[in-house]
């Protein structure tokens, strides 16, 4: 779902769609947010993701995901995609790259400090395990 974040920019990939996310959008942390709500009020969400000369409009529920984009004059694309294949993606690929996501919307790894790093990582990493706690795999 995410690719490994390089100098402020990372790749959102849901079924055959990608595109670029820049650290604009703390995209982590909003997608985590998300998939939790799903989990925890069914509810579908509309979320933004800026690509730095266009917007990615997507809507998450369950089974479905809706993207627009005004990029080209922009398009419109259904993907018929469980929300859980999309949120145990998001939990490997945050986990694979915690490093580089806890300094993700900084300007650089010397804007935080080793104390608000680690409260980062943590937050990040307990989020992801709550989401595995409502995905049953632990």
């Keep these: 779902m995410l690719s490994t974040p390089e100098a402020g920019w990372c790749k959102l990939t849901i079924g055959l769609w990608s595109d670029r996310c820049s650290y604009l959008n703390d995209v982590p942390m909003k997608l985590l947010k998300i998939f939790l709500s799903l989990y925890k009020d069914s509810t579908l969400h509309i979320c933004n993701f800026d690509a730095e000369g266009w917007e990615n409009h997507i809507i998450f529920n369950k089974m479905i995901t809706e993207i627009t984009s005004n990029k080209d004059n922009g398009y419109d694309t259904t993907i018929y995609i469980s929300s859980e294949v999309l949120a145990k993606e998001l939990i490997s690929d945050i986990r694979r790259d915690i490093d580089k996501w806890v300094i993700w919307d900084f300007n650089s ?8 790093k680690e409260k980062r990582k943590q937050k990040l990493l307990n989020m992801c395990n709550e989401l595995e706690s409502y995905l049953n795999l632990k």
């Design 109 to 116: 790894d010397n804007d935080l400090t080793d104390e608000q």
